[in-house]
């Protein structure tokens, strides 16, 4: 079956899935009195038979993928951190073995195009959520600083030979930026989050800054007359920067990327960004540690109803409310139209969870209106209007409880409970079941 050869790992996994399918195949057919009960068991095993191949593959294909990930991020930072200890304190020339250059690759590129894939890109500015790591409207701008410290990494680490003296300068002057950049993102996505920046942001920093001492060791090797003509003082003035000690090198050329930040600003700016993209990118988002937008999440009761939240508050002849209720462990007015939109949730959640996510996700953004002009909503004679303008609603819900729900008012009596009154009455509920039936 295997032919003369030795069995490997994955034809042993196969033929034990086999046998295991097999089994049950042949326990359906034991079990079989007829030929439609021997039809649907046979229908039965090759079904059972794609389920258990299924999960086998998926299992498999995950444990591969946790391998193919683990070994990058575990041990590339291990390798460029021993091999920046390494190069600290000596003078030895800096080379690049085939091993490094893949570390490079997987911590220049890789790892953070990963982590704005899952961390920015795919969030939005959310207080309910995940907010994203860099503003949307601005992320466009930090991209492309982004874009161009690592395109300076690259063009140093792969050369052979020193540039010109002013293209030294901007390069230095680049790398330089990425490590302030770097520093930020840590601030930004939290300190307290190691496991993100120690593997991340941290051996980014250690390339960069090894890579400023490659520099430095091309301009010693090569003779300051190669580049720095007699009578030509501007060359001389850089060449003298990008040879001085680190302390001294490193603030002037963070004054020299300012140049280029300015740059960068212009170029968006002229297509369509504002002038303090850089720094809202920053600063507009929420929950991260240059965030400036977390004020508008201090009233937002995730997974709330807002606008019968705001109907609850207005005048009692018109809403009538009738208890209270408790949310997200808040007290809060409870209405008849609030009980009847949260119990229509609820049964949507139960029947069509896909639904639900869609239709809470875009509710979401009406919660984030409603937050940005609360002290609007907050009169009681705009939150009688809301209440009004719910009513249609309102019914359209309780109809759908009415047709789809077997007891309608008892799901709508049962909102906004605490957890454990609610489990007390589903006990009680069940016990008179059982003793009626």
Not at 75 to 94: E, M, S
Not at 198 to 223: S, Y
Not at 252 to 280: C, S, W, Y
């Amino acid at each position: 079956m295997f032919g003369k050869g030795p069995i490997s790992s994955s034809q042993e996994r196969n033929f034990t899935l086999a046998l295991v399918c097999r089994r049950h195949f042949f326990h359906i057919l034991a079990e079989s009195d007829n030929k439609k009960q021997l039809k649907g068991g046979l229908l039965q095993a090759y079904l059972h038979a794609i389920y258990f191949w299924a999960i086998f593959c998926a299992c498999y294909n995950l444990y591969l993928l946790m391998e193919i990930l683990i070994i990058p991020l575990l041990v590339f930072p291990v390798l460029v951190a021993a091999r920046f200890f390494i190069h600290l304190g000596t003078d030895r020339p800096i080379h690049h073995s085939l091993l490094m250059r893949v570390a490079e690759i997987w911590t220049v590129v890789i790892a953070p195009w990963i982590f704005l894939s899952v961390f920015d890109l795919s969030e939005k500015n959310d207080c309910c959520s995940g907010s994203a790591v860099f503003s949307p409207e601005h992320r466009v701008g930090i991209y492309t600083t982004i874009i161009l410290c690592v395109a300076a990494y690259f063009y140093s680490s792969f050369r052979q030979r020193p540039a010109s003296p002013v293209i030294e300068l901007l390069t230095n002057a680049a790398l330089v930026l990425g490590v302030v950049l770097n520093v930020l993102l840590i601030i930004q996505v939290g300190l307290s989050e190691v496991l993100l920046w120690l593997p991340g942001n941290l051996p980014i920093l250690l390339l960069f800054l090894l890579q400023m001492k490659k520099n430095q060791q091309l301009l010693v090797r090569e003779a300051a007359q190669h580049f720095a003509t007699p009578g030509n003082r501007f060359r001389a003035w850089c060449i003298r920067i990008l040879q001085t000690n680190a302390w001294t090198r490193f603030p002037l050329l963070a004054m020299l990327a300012l140049p280029i930040l300015l740059l960068v600003t212009a170029v968006l700016t002229v297509f369509g960004q504002k002038p303090d993209t850089l720094v809202r990118a920053f600063t507009d988002t929420y929950k991260h540690g240059f965030s400036q937008l977390d004020h508008l999440c201090l009233n937002v009761q995730c997974g709330g109803h807002f606008l019968c939240s705001v109907a609850a508050k207005g005048h009692k002849s018109i809403v009538k409310p009738e208890r209270y209720g408790e949310r997200n462990g808040h007290l809060i007015l409870c209405n008849r139209q609030l009980l009847v939109a949260n119990a229509f949730e609820e049964l949507l959640q139960d029947h069509l969870p896909f639904v639900h996510r869609q239709v809470r996700r875009q509710y979401n953004k009406v919660g984030k209106v409603v937050h940005r002009y609360y002290a609007v909503f907050d009169h009681k004679f705009v939150a009688d209007t809301v209440y009004v303008l719910m009513k249609p609603l309102e019914w359209t819900f309780l109809l759908t409880l009415y047709t789809f729900d077997t007891r309608p008012e008892d799901r709508i009596a049962q909102q906004y409970l605490r957890a454990a009154d609610r489990t007390k009455i589903q006990a009680l509920t069940s016990a008179c079941e059982r003793k009626q039936a």
